[in-house]
């Protein structure tokens, strides 16, 4: 966006090429561009101002002669208004306006969208300029004390509320159940629920309560609250889950069922002991959810074919592996999909149960009461089903049973944690099972990961570097050419980025697609498996075969503009784990992307 700011400017006159220069150049240092421009005295801030409104498509206000109202100010927090530098100038018909100095401060407009949202606002972003806003923000001091003497308020009901705790029976419940903290972590989960979060983190961070979601796999500051609200909307989390109020000092594990707009989700609660308080994780799992499709998860169709052709097969195991978080189970789900029809038995074992899948037998171990895995399979193997899952192989008893499963006629999917399908193998020889047996059994091996698709909302050309272009022209020449029917390796790739957007939050990525390696355990990778595994006899199948690495897949997914060279080098490192050994097991060169510096239009567009 800074960029549209600076070629508007440039457009009416209010800078040159010298100033845009120095601009840039003050942006590229850390200053924002506001800094550089207005601080460096080139363009009034009433300029600036009405150009980021232009460019954002927010109204601008003239709050030259406007007087505050009071009644609309007391709707928002002075706090909130004087770290997010907002002013509440008008509320009409539900609909709150707010104007802020950087109307894409996705801080102060999840800050704004939370407080509107536990009395069912809406929330309008307009912009004026710094000169002003600050004034008004000054002018509220006759509020002050009001608002003060509220938060006072507030901060002794909370401190009272905790000695009666400590000291009386019964009175956290009540405590609890008060409509403030009800409301406040109520909004605090429907908010992640229509953010699309995976994970809720609610964390004490020095004099703050701090809430984090997860969103496509990076955690976000959402909110910050006080931290004398954090051990009440700890407790309140406990209450909704079933835990226990008053222990403090263990780790507690529960669960919560609530009906966000009209769809029925789970939140898997884990809380944690830290020093003064505790942690509290809530992983978000949208029951009425159904699996995605292969093709919907982003598996390239070359992969789907395969992946396919050994469904239909009658027994054996379908493996896939990776880190936690990589979309292990969702890609069985999707399998699962395919084979889900009325001639056939599916039971599953799982911790937790993430998609309900009409006409499957899904079942949720308990370790707690002596029902895991490995006594849940088998139960499994005496209700005549045709294909089991198994949540995840994590000791040698599961492992045993999943492999005489397969081999008594049954299609046994499951999960193991491993870098990649070079360790699939290792990994379960570790646990104990036997190389004949495994080699009898083994059908296909799936590695994956997640990468973050590029926002379509935002998604521009990108300039990378000649060092980093050259690596990755390196890498494609190494791919079988059916993988390439859509590039020309003749001509200069275009590579994209998300400029960012209010639709992304400003960080210029939507949404995740699979990256994967796939492997099919035939004849020679099952003798190989039988002498002991030779890792040099498996790569060589591996190539034989014209499958393509995590980390080819990866780049492939950057060149074909699904994400960005930026996302390659995040996770270069992990998905390249495979190929940075030998075959003598000796550590390799490590990828030019994992050092390469990155672009210089990355370089400006994060302030380095």
Known sequence: MNQQILDLLQKQGAIDDKSRGIAEDLVSRGKTLEQALVGG??????????????????PYMDLSEMEPNPEVLELIPKKTLKTYKAVPVEYTDGVLTVVLRNPQDYRAVEALEFLAGEREWKIKVATAPASQINKMVKS????????????????????KEKEEEITG??????????APVSRMLSVIMRHAVEGGAS????????NESRIRYRIDGVLRTSLTLPVYV??????RVKVLANLKIDETRIPQDGRITQEINNKKIDFRISTLPVVDHEKVVMRILDTTAGAPTFEQLGFRKQYIEIMKEELKKPHGLFLITGPTG??????????????????VNISTLEDPVEYYIEGVNQSQVRPEINYTFATGLRSLLRQDPNVIMVGEIRDRETAELAIHASLTGHLIFSTLHTNDVYGLVPRLLDMGVEPFLLAATMNIGVAQRLARKICPHCKEEEEITDETRDEIMQVLKGIPKKYLTDIDLNKKITFYHGKGCPKCGDIGYSGRTAVAEVFQFNDAAKKSIEKGFSRKVFKAEFEKQGMITLYEDLVLKAVEGVTTVEEVKRLAQETSESEDLDENGQPKEPHALDKAEPAESNKKKTGQ
Not at 140 to 159: D, Y
Not at 230 to 235: F, I, K, Q, R, Y
């Open 169 to 178: 029976d019964g009175k956290i419940e009540d405590i609890i159940k008060g």
């Open 230 to 235: 954090h051990p009440a909307l700890v407790s």
């Open 41 to 58: 005295k080139y363009v009034s801030d009433t300029d600036f101002a009405k150009a980021q409104a232009q460019v954002y498509g927010v």
């Open 326 to 343: 990589s979309g292990k189970s969702t890609t069985l789900f999707s399998g699962l999909n395919v084979l889900n029809s009325d001639g």
């Open 140 to 159: 509220l001091s006759g509020l002050e004390a009001e608002i003060e003497t509220s938060l006072e308020a507030a901060r002794g009901k909370f401190e």
């Open 199 to 206: 994970d809720i983190h609610i964390e004490p961070v020095g």
